[in-house]
């Protein structure tokens, strides 16, 4: 039975723009270096439950859900557990590297302004204006934030275009399509979707076996 297709990103995370779902992503990553048991962690685990969908359950978490030591919500739904948890994180704040720190400020802020549900807005809302203060900054308003990420307003997108197949002028040399450039390389003897002929084609040398489905390869056998 084929497995149905799950994306790690919730729903209301596919609708913002992609610039805000990268930075999402790359402050689910922890501080290099970082014993096992510090106290940043309790919070990078409610960030991952904030933002991922957990493959334990194949869905996002519950508010106050536990999933594993990865990504869970339980004590980010206490409050006084999760008041303890940021004043810890903050008490050891400059054990951490400075560019986590940035990591985790900017994914916080888009949470807060983002993220679907209210309780999850206001903690990280909350956390996101102790990160400000900590780094002696002025917050930045959401309208700020969108323009700043906001994928260039999609103005260089050309949402018509297919996007397994690129578009001409990133291939084509001599005025050829890619086609054509495909079609005269095959005459000469280079079947550009094999590894084997693109390496020797554009580089000179060739460290590959010919693809199996190479259309060139079959003479030199």
């Known amino acids: ?4 297709s799950v994306s790690v990103q919730p729903e209301w995370c596919r609708r913002l723009p992609v610039q805000q779902q990268s930075v999402l992503f790359l402050a689910g990553r922890g501080p290099d270096g970082m014993p096992k048991h510090h106290p940043c962690k309790a919070v990078h685990v ?21 999933a594993d030591s ?24 400059d054990q951490l590297p400075k560019h986590y720190l ?16 209210d309780r999850y807005r206001r ?8 990160c400000v ?5 002025r917050p930045e308003s959401e309208a700020d934030m969108d323009k700043r990420l906001g994928d260039w307003d999609r ?6 275009e297919d996007e397994e197949r690129p578009p001409p002028q990133a291939v084509a040399q001599g005025g050829l399509t890619h086609e054509q450039m495909a079609q005269a390389c095959k005459n000469i003897g280079y079947d550009l979707t ?6 020797v084609f554009y580089t000179g040398v060739g460290i590959y076996q010919h693809d199996e489905t190479c259309t060139t390869a079959v003479g030199r056998r």
Not at 102 to 117: R, S, T
Request: net charge negative; aromatic share 20%; charged share 25%.
């Open 123 to 130: 903690r990280w809302i909350d956390f996101y204006g102790q």
């Open 70 to 93: 990865f990504m869970s919500l339980e004590r980010f739904a206490d409050n006084e557990l999760w008041s303890l948890d940021v004043q810890s994180f903050f008490d050891y704040h």
């Open 155 to 160: 103005k260089f997108w050309n949402e018509d």
């Open 102 to 117: 940035v990591h985790l400020m900017h994914g916080a802020e888009i949470l807060g302004y983002k993220h679907h549900d």
């Open 133 to 137: 203060d900590m780094f002696h900054l």
């Open 194 to 199: 094999c590894g084997q002929c693109a390496s």
């Open 46 to 66: 409610a960030y991952r439950g904030s933002v991922f969908v957990a493959a334990k359950y194949g869905r996002p978490l519950w508010w106050g859900e536990r």
């Open 1 to 4: 039975m084929e497995r149905m």
